[in-house]
Every structure is written in structure tokens, then in C-alpha cells.
């Protein structure tokens, strides 16, 4: 089943503890992209990758880190997370940088306290 | 990043009815696409269009790549209770290329009163 699998689905942690939000696809999708998702604000990109070793800074990208080593895993780090950074995170990829026809994983709640 | 207007915020309907919503902006569009968050899960992609003027139906629902670039709507007829979630517009950048010029409205919320 072609699917987009995210973890942890829900963590709950402190300021300043590093964390990372995995994110893995099947599809063998060139792009990959991540979005949080806020009450009132919609969803917004914070970092995406157009293949392996190429990433791109998007609309929020303060406060996170990513990396593309494989072309399926497209992992989400905060490296001192901060209770801003509190949302509903998702991972999602495309065939290729030339559509927008995103497959979504099913998220991951972040809770900094 | 571009801004969409998506409208309304929120709906309360009564089963049966029909939907409408839209998204517009301020700049040209190449590809417009309406997804839905159900409770608990990611987006799915429900209709992509292409083509200015293009009008699709997937289902019971329906949408438009207004002619102006500018715009889109989405028709859901005859609503059913599993029509109940979010409705994000996202229209994209440039001419085919990249998923990375596509910017989402702020989505509407479908709620259907029994």
C-alpha cells in the first residue's frame, strides 16, 4: 500500500530537548516537503527536499532542521525545541517537483511544554 | 509565500444540501487543488486542475479553475455526513514547476447538522 509514515504520532516533551519527527515513504517520490498545520493559520511549509542531498528552506523554516540521505526518509529534527513550536506536524511527498499532487502522512502532534 | 483567501472559514449545513466554497488570489496560479482533511488524518488530494476554465467532477463534487487564474471553486452536492472535515484550496506557482511554489488557503470547515 503506497503510504507516507510518520513517528512519533504524538509526543509530548520539554524546551531545549532535542527531538526528531521521522518521516517515510514508499512510492520511491523525488519530493518530499514538511508542514505544520496551526489553529486559524492553515498549513504551512517549513522545509522541502526536491531529491536526495537537495533542501530547501520554506515559508517557516526557524527552529527546524532536515535532512535527505535516501530518497525515501525525509526526517524533521528540532534541535532545542521551544513551546512555539507546539502544532500538528505532516510529511508529505510527490512524484516529482513538478506536480503539487501531495501524498499526506497522517501526522504528528507535537506538545512542548 | 503567496496569500490564498479561501471562503467561508465555516459551514453548518443540513444533510442533503449543497456546498460551495472558494479561494482566490491576488496572483496568477498555474494549477489549482482542493484537498480534505477528515478528523484525525492527513490531506487528501480530491481534484487537481490544470487548465484555466476547466471544470472537473470527481463524485459528487465539482470544481473550477476560474478563467482568470485567479480563482477557484468547489461544489459538493447532496451532502452526506462523511463529507464532514476540512477543505483546503492550494493553488501552485510557475509553469508545471515544483511543488515547492504551492501555497494552501486556510481551509473550510464542513459541519453537518443532523
Known amino acids: 500500500e503506497a503510504q507516507v509514515t510518520q513517528n512519533p504520532r504524538y509526543l509530548i516533551t520539554v524546551t531545549g530537548k532535542k527531538l526528531t519527527v521521522t518521516c517515510s515513504q514508499n512510492?520511491?517520490?523525488?519530493?518530499m516537503s514538511w508542514y505544520r498545520q496551526d489553529p486559524g493559520l492553515g498549513l504551512r511549509q517549513i522545509y522541502y527536499?526536491?531529491?536526495?542531498?537537495?533542501?530547501d528552506k520554506g515559508d517557516v523554516p526557524e527552529g527546524y532542521k532536515v535532512s535527505r540521505k535516501e530518497k525515501r526518509n525525509f526526517p524533521l529534527i528540532l534541535e532545542s525545541p521551544s513551546p512555539n513550536q507546539t502544532s500538528l506536524y505532516f510529511c508529505?511527498?510527490?512524484?516529482?517537483?513538478?506536480?503539487?499532487?501531495?501524498?499526506f502522512g497522517e501526522g504528528s502532534r507535537l506538545t512542548v511544554l | 509565500g503567496q496569500q490564498l483567501n479561501q471562503s467561508p472559514q465555516s459551514m453548518f449545513i443540513q444533510e442533503g444540501e449543497d456546498v460551495s466554497m472558494n479561494c482566490t488570489s491576488s496572483?496568477?496560479?498555474?494549477?489549482w487543488l482542493w484537498y480534505k482533511q477528515e478528523p484525525g488524518e492527513g490531506p487528501v488530494l480530491l481534484i487537481a486542475l490544470y487548465k484555466a476554465g476547466e471544470l472537473t467532477s470527481n463524485g459528487r463534487l465539482t470544481a473550477q479553475f476560474g478563467i482568470t487564474r485567479k480563482d477557484s471553486f468547489l461544489n459538493i452536492s447532496a451532502s452526506i455526513p462523511s463529507d464532514v472535515g476540512i477543505y483546503f484550496c492550494a493553488g501552485q506557482e510557475g509553469a508545471g514547476g515544483g511543488a515547492d511554489g504551492l501555497t494552501f488557503g486556510k481551509g473550510t470547515h464542513l459541519i453537518i447538522q443532523p
Open positions: 496572483s496568477i496560479f498555474n494549477t
Open positions: 527536499s526536491m531529491n536526495v542531498e537537495v533542501t
Open positions: 512510492m520511491n517520490h523525488e519530493y
Open positions: 508529505a511527498s510527490s512524484a516529482g517537483h513538478s506536480t503539487g499532487e501531495l501524498f
